[in-house]
């Protein structure tokens, strides 16, 4: 049997195929690849690759500059030629250039404290018992009124005891004063009487004298009036003695009893400062902030006095402000102020900066000073202790200066510009600002007073300054 024909190379493939099995098993025959046209190198093909690539984002970047340069061409013949822009959109707020007051300031925040002495704390300077307690928190008090009482009946014992001594003490000088002229006076009349006695016997030894030298008296009648005569002058002088005594005497017991009455009279003031301790009066008119003791307690009085009310003059408060050492340098005595508080934020008050303290405050690592606001308009009493202020310190002012608002100036391209509203067209207009106070600017040239201008330019490449 003869081989079929093979009409294409797969039926060549399978019969060699079958053939080398027939024949030998472990042969292997493998049938020829087609031939193949002649091709390019891999490295030509890279080559040429990257050169089109090249010339494509040469194109392409070509494309961009040009595109560019156009649209910066458009743009810059637009600004040039630009009149007015599109009409102004009638919802759009706009304003007049007007003239303000301006003033820089500083700001601060602070609290509002009582003066020093308008905060006085009312205590006991002896110990017992609360008897009565007349006051109560918010109560309105005047100087002298009496706030509270504690018992008083061992005082008011001691203030008679020592009223006794008083009336003792005066009543020996008293007797004193009445009896030691009487016995001064007896003295005197002793010694007047001795004194005449002692004359008498003069009087007779020298009539002795006589007769004795005439012989008509004995020796012994003379020695006897001699006799006389030496006790007159001992009698004369012992009154003499005793007169001496009795003024001195007097003298020396007259300052002793008066020394008594005195001592017994400051006995008893005392005794009456120790009763008037009882009554506790309010030393200044305020208004009771705290009461710290309540009546039929039993205090003791101490190194500490018990505090008993906390009064607090609400007419003399003070704003106590925390300024930043960069401010500092700025504020000076005298100075106006004005403040707020949270409690009436519509409501502005009036101040006056009184005293500056030398000493730093550091808070949270920034460096404060303390800076003492006057309140000025507080007569119907409304602020109240520890109220938080925000605090506006004014260094100085300008008036009737041209302003606008601030949001109605903008940055663009390096100039502030204002959009001026003439013949229902907005025109940008360069303008020269000057101080900032709060939603106003000032503007020093550009602008005239009255000029219509929109309240709020258009955002498009713009910023606020």
């Known amino acids: 049997m003869e081989d079929p024909v093979v009409d294409n190379q797969a039926d060549l493939r399978t019969a060699v195929a079958r053939g080398a099995t027939a024949s030998s098993p472990r042969r292997r025959v493998v049938a020829p690849r087609p031939e193949l046209p002649p091709t390019a190198s891999d490295g030509q093909l890279a080559r040429r690759n990257r050169r089109a690539r090249s010339r494509q984002r040469r194109r392409l970047l070509l494309l961009l500059v040009c595109v560019a340069a156009a649209?910066?061409?458009?743009?810059?013949?637009?600004?040039?030629?630009?009149?007015?822009?599109?009409?102004?959109?009638?919802?759009?707020?706009?304003?007049?250039?007007?003239?303000?007051?301006?003033?820089?300031?500083?700001?601060?925040?602070?609290?509002?404290?009582?003066?020093?002495g308008a905060e006085v704390r009312v205590g006991a300077r002896i110990s017992g018992k609360v008897e009565k307690l007349r006051a109560n928190i918010g109560d309105a008090v005047s100087a002298g009124q009496v706030i509270a009482e504690l018992e008083k009946a061992d005082l008011q014992a001691v203030v008679a005891q020592r009223q006794?001594?008083?009336?003792?003490?005066?009543?020996?000088?008293?007797?004193?004063?009445?009896?030691?002229p009487k016995e001064i006076e007896r003295a005197k009349a002793e010694l007047a009487r001795r004194q005449a006695t002692l004359t008498l016997g003069q009087q007779d030894v020298a009539r002795l004298s006589e007769l004795i030298a005439q012989n008509v008296i004995s020796r012994e009648d003379w020695e006897r009036g001699e006799e006389r005569l030496k006790v007159a002058e001992a009698d004369v002088a012992a009154g003499q003695k005793t007169l001496?005594?009795?003024?001195?005497?007097?003298?020396?017991?007259?300052?002793?009893?008066?020394?008594?009455?005195?001592?017994?009279?400051?006995?008893?003031?005392?005794?009456?400062?120790?009763?008037?301790?009882?009554?506790?009066?309010?030393p200044i008119s305020g208004v009771i902030a705290s009461v710290s003791t309540q009546e039929g307690e039993t205090v003791a009085a101490g190194l500490n006095s018990p505090t008993f009310v906390t009064i607090i003059d609400l007419d003399r408060l003070e704003v106590d402000a925390m300024v930043d050492e960069v401010d500092i340098g700025k504020v000076h005595v005298g100075q106006k102020a004005m403040f707020t508080v949270d409690s009436f934020p519509a409501r502005e008050f009036p101040g006056q900066v009184v005293a500056i303290y030398?000493?730093?405050i550091l808070l949270e690592n920034v460096v404060y000073y303390d800076v003492v606001i006057e309140i000025q308009g507080n007569g119907d009493k409304v602020l109240r202790p520890q109220m938080t202020a925000s605090v506006t310190i004014f260094l100085d002012a300008k008036t009737g200066v041209l302003a606008v608002p601030a949001k109605a100036?903008?940055?663009?391209?390096?100039?502030?510009?204002?959009?001026?509203?003439?013949?229902?067209?907005?025109?940008?207009?360069?303008?020269?600002?000057?101080?900032?106070?709060?939603?106003?600017?000032?503007?020093?040239?550009?602008?005239?007073?009255?000029e219509t201008i929109l309240e709020a330019a258009p955002a498009d490449n713009a910023t606020t300054p």
């Open 409 to 450: 100036v903008k940055r663009e391209r390096g100039k502030n510009v204002v959009y001026v509203v003439k013949d229902g067209q907005p025109q940008a207009r360069e303008v020269k600002v000057g101080w900032k106070d709060g939603t106003w600017i000032e503007v020093l040239a550009g602008l005239k007073e009255g």
């Open 358 to 360: 030398p000493n730093a």
């Open 244 to 282: 001496e005594l009795a003024t001195a005497g007097y003298a020396e017991e007259q300052k002793q009893a008066q020394a008594d009455v005195a001592r017994a009279a400051s006995t008893l003031d005392n005794a009456r400062v120790q009763l008037s301790y009882s009554t506790l009066v309010a």
């Open 164 to 180: 006794a001594e008083l009336d003792l003490a005066q009543a020996k000088l008293a007797a004193l004063t009445s009896l030691r």
């Open 71 to 116: 649209a910066a061409s458009v743009g810059v013949w637009r600004w040039w030629n630009w009149p007015g822009g599109d009409p102004v959109d009638p919802a759009a707020a706009t304003t007049r250039v007007v003239r303000r007051d301006f003033s820089s300031s500083v700001l601060a925040t602070g609290a509002v404290k009582p003066q020093v």
